[in-house]
Each structure stands twice: as structure tokens, then as C-alpha cells.
């Protein structure tokens, strides 16, 4: 098969505009997509220093009105802080807020050191063991193909 002049400069031509293309369009998914996962990594930050002010604020005002663990065993001490948090208006109603009005941010909950949610938005995480998560401050600086396999 004997290809013309033109019909090669024109398959050359062609071939270079599709890598352009495609080497443009890597870098801008490349961009859109670190930009992204900085922001939700920055929105999760803000929020979980809002959560952890209430949560605070939880135990002071369980202090201040005179409540105490029955003892400062593990088991008292877990029980008086799952108490303050759960009767925590406050709290519940920021936790709720945060799921609601942000698009980035599905879930918020709090765990003890052993990983048992105490306080969540989702409903029937409480008491149970929480999930492994991604560290999105590793994720923003990671490379692009681990955050694209992350994601």
C-alpha cells in the first residue's frame, strides 16, 4: 500500500493534534483535580475544628453543670463523654449542618481512640467501629495517578 504525500502529512498533521489534545486535556484534569481535592481537604479541615469547638464546648457545659465521670476508669470516662456529646444540642445541630449545606463533606463523626463512633450524621454509626478513611492532606500531595486511583 503506497501512501501519498498528502495523505501522509495530512495523517501526521491529524496525529499531532490528537496528542496536543490529549496531552492538554490530562493537564487540565490534572489541575481540576488537585484544585478539587485541595478544597474538600481545606473544607474538612474548617470543619473539623468547628466540630471539635462544639464537641468542647459539649463536655465544658457538661462540666459546668456539675457532671462528673462515676470514676475515671476507661469505661466511666467513655460513658460520661458519650453522654455530654449526645445531649449536646449544639453539636448535633453543627454536625447536621455541616452534611446538609456542604457538597463536599457526606459524613461527620467522632471517634474514640480505639476507633468506636460516638457522635455521627449518619444514623446507625454510633457504638460501631469506623471505617478506614483516605488522609486527603496525603491525597492533595500525592501524584496525580495515585489520587486519580483514590479516587
Same mark, same amino acid.
Given at each position: 500500500?503506497?501512501?501519498?504525500?498528502?495523505?501522509?502529512?495530512?495523517?501526521?498533521?491529524?496525529?499531532?493534534?490528537?496528542?496536543?489534545?490529549?496531552?492538554?486535556?490530562?493537564?487540565?484534569?490534572?489541575?481540576?483535580?488537585?484544585?478539587?481535592?485541595?478544597?474538600?481537604?481545606?473544607?474538612?479541615?474548617?470543619?473539623?475544628?468547628?466540630?471539635?469547638?462544639?464537641?468542647?464546648? @459539649? $463536655?465544658?457545659? %457538661?462540666?459546668? =453543670?456539675?457532671?462528673?465521670?462515676? /470514676?475515671?476508669?476507661? &469505661?466511666?470516662?467513655?460513658?460520661? +463523654?458519650?453522654?455530654?456529646?449526645?445531649?449536646?444540642? @449544639? $453539636?448535633?445541630? %453543627?454536625?447536621? =449542618?455541616?452534611?446538609?449545606?456542604? /457538597?463536599?463533606?457526606? &459524613?461527620?463523626?467522632?471517634?474514640? +481512640?480505639?476507633?468506636?463512633?460516638?457522635?455521627?450524621?449518619?444514623?446507625?454509626?454510633?457504638?460501631?467501629?469506623?471505617?478506614?478513611?483516605?488522609?486527603?492532606?496525603?491525597?492533595?500531595?500525592?501524584?496525580? +495517578?495515585?489520587?486519580?486511583?483514590?479516587?
Amino acid at each position: 500500500m503506497h501512501l501519498r504525500l498528502k495523505t501522509k502529512i495530512t495523517l501526521i498533521m491529524a496525529f499531532l493534534v490528537l496528542a496536543v489534545v490529549g496531552v492538554n486535556s490530562t493537564l487540565y484534569v490534572a489541575t481540576l483535580t488537585r484544585q478539587v481535592i485541595r478544597q474538600a481537604n481545606e473544607r474538612a479541615q474548617l470543619v473539623s475544628r468547628h466540630v471539635f469547638f462544639q464537641a468542647q464546648n @459539649a $463536655l465544658s457545659e %457538661s462540666a459546668k =453543670a456539675g457532671e462528673t465521670p462515676a /470514676s475515671s476508669e476507661p &469505661e466511666d470516662l467513655r460513658a460520661y +463523654v458519650q453522654k455530654s456529646l449526645d445531649e449536646s444540642v @449544639a $453539636l448535633t445541630s %453543627s454536625i447536621d =449542618a455541616e452534611v446538609g449545606y456542604s /457538597s463536599v463533606i457526606y &459524613e461527620v463523626s467522632i471517634t474514640d +481512640v480505639d476507633g468506636t463512633v460516638l457522635v455521627s450524621s449518619d444514623a446507625s454509626l454510633p457504638g460501631k467501629q469506623s471505617q478506614a478513611r483516605t488522609n486527603l492532606a496525603q491525597l492533595v500531595s500525592s501524584s496525580f +495517578v495515585s489520587q486519580l486511583r483514590r479516587l
